[in-house]
């Protein structure tokens, strides 16, 4: 028989429930407290039975006077306070009355005393009491109104970093539809028929593997390179033996958790100011290690590089124009400084991202993010594209002939 669990429910989940346990549990407090001083000093049982009207009757004026802060506590605060203020007298005077007629009617014949002198005399207690229940009251809903408020800017802080993840993560797909589909149009120009078939077909499984994952959600690396995988497929077919990979994946780091399609954009950046303008090509390295509590990825290309540092807090294309030889793919930045986004969101402060450009051509991305063991894949992911954790990184996809060559991930390797 299955055991259902018990979910803790917070104490002020119910405001109706909360404030009759509160009530109950307050007045019954003050009771027992007045009961036990009155035992005590040596007063008769049978003044329990006075104390418990005097109760009553505060508990019953509390229970008034919520109905009307419950009016007050939303109006200005000059309203709130002063109108707080004056019916807190006027409840004041009429529990101590109610107080004194009782006491007369208790003590009549033993005490020669008069109302107004029993008035004075226990007008402290219900201003006690009343005035510190109406502290309270005041007290705990303003302190709900403020979780209230937290919590509903909470969820908007939530939903507006999901929007701009699934923004910045849109923002990425029509640089590589592009570049694919105008591949696929050139092959069909040319009637090479079976290869833009075959590029359509990754393209469809790869697009069927990114659409599947939500934008912002959490994937492992071995996800993440399998995914990388179906994109490099796609571009070997552009650029066949130009294109060079290699990769060297520590175990460890496989089962790290990272934003979804994080690593794509970074090299296709490579491949198009990398492999694209030079007639060799260029060679592609991704380096994954756990250094204690953190996970740092690194891409690196052979490519020319710049001459400049790239700056993505200020991007200025102008400049890398200039510096750029004649012919060749300027780098605006953007797809680097998505990323760089992409990481604040997600993790803060927490994150590093460098890039590194060296004085005799290469480019280097540095990523460094606190290491979190990913949960396990959902269904429908799995089912699109069934991964593999520890072949992920130890395989990779010849140019030349198309199969699949068995690699070691703990040493250096490429294709």
Avoid at 308 to 337: F, H, I, N, W
């Amino acid at each position: 028989m299955a055991v259902l669990a018990i979910q803790p429910a917070p104490f002020f989940a119910s405001k109706n429930r909360a404030f009759w346990n509160l009530q109950l549990a307050g007045w019954g407090a003050a009771f027992v407290l007045r009961g036990a001083s009155a035992l005590a000093n040596g007063q008769p049982p049978s003044l329990l039975v006075l104390i418990l009207v005097t109760t009553f009757t505060g508990f019953s004026i509390s229970c008034i006077l919520s109905v009307i802060y419950r009016q007050l506590i939303r109006r200005q605060p000059l309203v709130t306070w002063g109108v707080t203020a004056l019916v807190l007298l006027v409840a004041v005077m009429c529990h101590a009355s109610i107080d004194a007629w009782v006491q007369g009617i208790y003590y009549a014949g033993s005490r020669e005393t008069t109302f107004a002198q029993r008035f004075i005399g226990l007008i402290y207690i219900p201003l006690t009491l009343l005035g510190g229940w109406s502290a309270l009251y005041y007290a705990i809903n303003y302190f709900l109104t403020v979780e209230e408020q937290a919590d509903r800017l909470e969820r908007l802080e939530a939903q507006t970093t999901a929007a701009q993840l699934a923004m910045l993560r849109y923002q990425l797909n029509p640089h590589f539809l592009f570049n694919t589909l105008n591949s696929i149009s050139t092959l069909v120009l040319l009637k090479q028929t079976e290869p833009a078939n075959a590029m359509l077909t990754r393209l469809s499984g790869f697009l069927r593997h990114t659409l599947i994952t939500e934008p912002g959600s959490q994937v492992s690396l071995a996800q993440e390179i399998e995914t990388l995988q179906l994109y490099l497929d796609i571009e070997r077919m552009r650029f066949e033996e130009r294109l060079r990979t290699h990769f060297e994946i520590d175990d460890a780091a496989l089962a790290a958790q990272l934003p979804s399609m994080l690593l794509q954009p970074i090299v296709e950046n490579a491949i198009k100011y990398a492999v694209t303008p030079q007639e060799e090509g260029a060679r592609i390295s991704i380096t994954a290690r756990v250094l204690g509590e953190r996970l740092r990825i690194t891409i690196e290309d052979t490519g020319p590089g710049l001459e400049e540092p790239l700056r993505l807090d200020q991007l200025d294309v102008d400049r890398l124009r200039k510096v750029s030889e004649p012919g060749k793919p300027v780098s605006t930045g953007v797809g680097l400084a998505n990323i760089r986004n992409r990481l604040i969101q997600a993790y803060g402060d927490a994150q590093l991202f460098e890039t590194r450009s060296e004085a005799g051509g290469g480019f280097t991305v540095l990523i460094e993010i606190p290491y979190i063991r990913a949960t396990a894949a959902s269904p429908d992911l799995a089912a699109a594209a069934p991964l593999n954790p520890a072949a992920t990184p130890s395989r990779t996809s010849s140019a030349e002939t198309g199969r699949v060559i068995p690699l070691n991930p703990q040493r250096s390797l490429g294709s």
